[in-house]
């Protein structure tokens, strides 16, 4: 259950807090409730499993393209084109400063910004200002605080 969703137990109808406990991988929003069936169909697409894209032959049967991958890393690390050419893939990296990376988000003028970067605070700060009663702020909860990040 999300936070503030009612969590009542037998002996009494008080409400109690309770929080996601688990990873999140991609999230939705919709403006009209959905009805079972695209309930069902999204479900059942999520637990499909998607093979790596690995060639494409032509009907001539050229190879337009090859790609190998680096599984433990979860990466393409080479990538062959139709006139056999190779390019070998480095694993990323991340350069630049933290006011860089701030500046290139907010030059797109989100209506909310959490930069997740709170050492030992109760919340997610939203650094955006935007007038209204309450700041928007996230409260942290059985998460840990401080890991080092890319930036």
Known sequence: AWPDEPLYNGSDNTGHPSYFNGSISDVAFYNHTLGAPAVTAQWAA???????????????????????YDNVNDRATQYTDE???????????????????????LAN???GYWRL?????A??????????????????????LGATGPI
Do not use: C, F, H, M
């Not at 894209?53 to 337009?64: A, G, R, V």
């Not at 006139?83 to 988000?105: C, F, H």
């Not at 650094?127 to 998460?143: A, D, I, L």
């Open 123 to 144: 919340q997610a700060v939203n650094t955006v200002s935007v007038p209204r009663p309450t700041p928007n702020n996230g409260t942290y909860s059985n998460v840990t």
């Open 83 to 105: 006139i056999g050419g190779v390019w070998k893939l480095n694993a990323p990296t991340v350069d630049g400063t933290e006011q860089q990376y701030r500046s290139a988000v």
């Open 109 to 111: 003028r989100p209506s």
């Open 117 to 121: 970067s709170e050492g030992k605070a």
């Open 46 to 68: 999520a637990k499909q499993t998607s093979a790596e894209l690995t060639n494409i032959t032509l009907p001539s049967t050229k190879t337009k393209l090859a790609v190998a």
